[in-house]
């Protein structure tokens, strides 16, 4: 570095130290003045700074500003992009790889398809439903076609980002919640009345779900006058619980695929889905640390107790399949993450990491049970076990979540507990409230939306079609043509 | 003139190719194909769902040589393709009536 840059740097610092000086007494002389009038000879009074002083204050408030906008808005953009990530090729590569190979497309489309289906309804109405104000359980149409949502913060949700960012980031959570669902029904769903059931769904539950927890007057809203206030920081009950159960009521809906379980279903690859699962691992730091909605320390405790709750959980998962089973699987090694993954979401922002790595741990060994005995002692053919991992793993945490919420991680109640571990009991009753609504929004909405998909289109795809795969059935293509 | 079809492990394909190419074989057919003898496959656990493995993937050499050479085509094949452990695979033996070389019309070992 040569002497000149140097001395540029010093005159840089020395003007900053002095402008935050003149900051600091004025600040002083302020909160001072009313007390002691007798230090005014040395400090100006208030009402008489210097007209270039007010506006050197007022541009380095405005200087403060603006940095930590741009601080808040480069984290919020990069966690939007991961939360995209995780749907496109995170949950497509997971899902993909363990549908047989004739359906690899059809599988990977419904996660793809989702990401611009899921955008063009969000811009027309969806975000005005979901975080206009309106009624607890519905937002009204103010921000329909996106009128109003432009680079001015909206404070009452997140008051140092554009609200544009807070719109996309938001829609990034609508595009990865229908298309967890998908798991359920793979291999044997229609592509048009896919494609009409997450319209529907989107309507009739998710934005209904998404502004009762967390829009402007919600039932559930924690933060902004809730009715019964529940907390789910990233989206436990609204996007785990509702995908998770509304994807067991398709499975149970539609039937088993044709065969199951007597002829093979195995996995085509599993490689596909350790790529998935480990995108998902990296996706969800947006999905989670991005809900402080900063970058401050909030979103540091986020991502931690994310990333020490995954860890636990797939060791949870492998121990007790290699002590159930006799053998650590791969499969279950990343579906143990992706468990402890859906079991921090709602906890992300209110527990310490130890608990998170017990949650996690906890997620791992019951999802596991679920999945591999529960599912076939009941026989149904939850296909990718989208509501053993994200039904039960959600509402596992949702529930975790009420004990190990503490005032020391967020301090929302200012000073009251936060949940059982801060001596409050009323808050789990709080959360199984939550959950219980949840399920049963998911269970009813989703069955009345299969039913009218049922009369528009039919929801299964004949039998031929099946044998032959969604593959060339519904899209006319092969994932795999080695030979060409 | 015999056919000896070999059903070996995929992975002693290359061996085996070396060994009848140093006694001078120089032609072969190569399919991918799956089976199973005594060996019975693998079990397969995915989520707690156990699939049997039956059909394994194997290599399927097929090699016409004058009957003359049967017994010393066979050694090498066999040593080349053995590990020891179940599964390694079967040499059957089949005569051939005739061969014909489409390119220009030879006949019998003249063709092979």
Redesign the interface.
């Known amino acids: 570095m040569n002497s000149l840059s140097k001395r540029t740097i010093l005159a840089r610092l020395l003007l900053t130290l002095s402008l935050a000086l003149a900051f600091a007494n004025v600040t002083l002389a302020q909160s001072a003045a009313p007390a002691t009038p007798t230090e005014t000879p040395t400090a100006a009074p208030a009402a008489a700074i210097p007209a270039d002083i007010a506006k050197k204050l007022d541009d380095l408030d405005k200087a403060a500003k603006n940095a930590q906008m741009s601080g808040d808005n480069a984290w919020m953009l990069t966690s939007a992009a991961l939360v995209l990530m995780m749907t496109g090729p995170g949950l497509a590569l997971f899902y993909g790889g363990l549908v047989r190979k004739k359906n690899v497309l059809g599988t990977m489309m419904h996660s793809f398809i989702l990401m611009a289906t899921v955008s063009v309804i969000w811009a027309v109405i969806g975000y005005s439903l979901c975080f206009a104000e309106g009624s607890p359980f519905i937002g009204d149409f103010r921000y329909v076609f996106l009128k109003g949502v432009g680079a001015e913060p909206n404070g009452d949700y997140a008051g140092t980002i554009p609200q544009q960012t807070w719109m996309i980031y938001q829609l990034m959570f609508a595009i990865i919640t229908p298309a967890l669902i998908s798991g359920a029904f793979a291999e044997r769903m229609k592509f048009s009345a896919m494609l009409l059931f997450m319209t529907l769904w989107s309507f009739i539950v998710y934005f209904p779900m998404a502004h009762m927890v967390w829009g402007k007057g919600g039932f559930f809203n924690a933060v902004a006058g809730g009715v019964v206030p529940a907390w789910d920081f990233a989206g436990g009950t609204v996007v785990h619980i509702t995908s998770g159960v509304s994807a067991l009521v398709c499975a149970l809906y539609l039937g088993k695929r044709k065969g199951y379980p007597n002829e093979s279903m195995r996995p085509h690859s599993v490689v596909l889905s350790v790529i998935g699962a480990c995108l998902l691992w990296v996706g969800w730091f947006g999905f989670n640390a991005g809900s402080a909605l900063n970058a401050g320390p909030l979103a540091s405790s986020a991502f931690i107790v994310t990333h020490f709750a995954t860890a636990a959980a797939v060791l949870g998962w492998m121990f007790i399949e290699w002590m159930v089973a006799g053998k650590p699987s791969v499969l279950g090694a990343i579906s143990g993450a992706v468990a402890g993954l859906v079991a921090i979401t709602p906890a992300s922002g209110f527990v310490k990491p130890m608990p998170a790595m017990l949650i996690g741990f906890a997620a791992g060994v019951v999802c596991y049970l679920m999945v591999s005995k529960v599912k076939q002692m009941f026989g149904y053919d939850d296909a990718l076990d989208a509501f053993g991992v994200h039904g039960i793993g959600g509402t596992l945490g949702a529930i975790l979540t009420g004990v190990f919420a503490t005032k020391e991680v967020n301090d929302l109640r200012m000073g009251k507990p936060m949940g059982l571990v801060d001596g409050d009991a009323g808050q789990v009753v709080n959360q199984l409230i939550a959950v219980a609504i949840s399920w049963g929004l998911a269970i009813v909405g989703t069955l009345v939306i299969l039913k009218i998909c049922d009369l528009v289109c039919g929801v299964r795809v004949n039998s031929e079609d099946e044998t032959q795969g969604l593959d060339l059935s519904m899209h006319g293509e092969e994932g795999y043509n080695l030979e060409s | 003139m015999i056919k000896l079809e070999a059903i070996i492990q995929p992975h002693k394909l290359e061996s085996v190719k070396a060994a009848l190419l140093g006694i001078g074989i120089d032609g072969m057919t190569v399919s991918e194909v799956r089976g199973h003898g005594r060996q019975k496959g693998h079990k397969?656990?995915?989520?707690?769902?156990e699939?049997n493995?039956d059909l394994l993937p194997k290599m399927k050499l097929e090699i016409v040589i004058p009957n003359a050479r049967q017994e010393e085509v066979i050694k090498a094949l066999a040593d080349a393709a053995k590990t020891g452990v179940i599964g390694d695979g079967k040499i059957f033996v089949t005569d051939i009536v005739d061969a014909v070389r489409i390119r220009n019309d030879d006949r019998g070992e003249a063709a092979i």
Do not use: A, C, F, S
């Open positions: 397969e656990t995915y989520r707690g769902m699939y493995v």
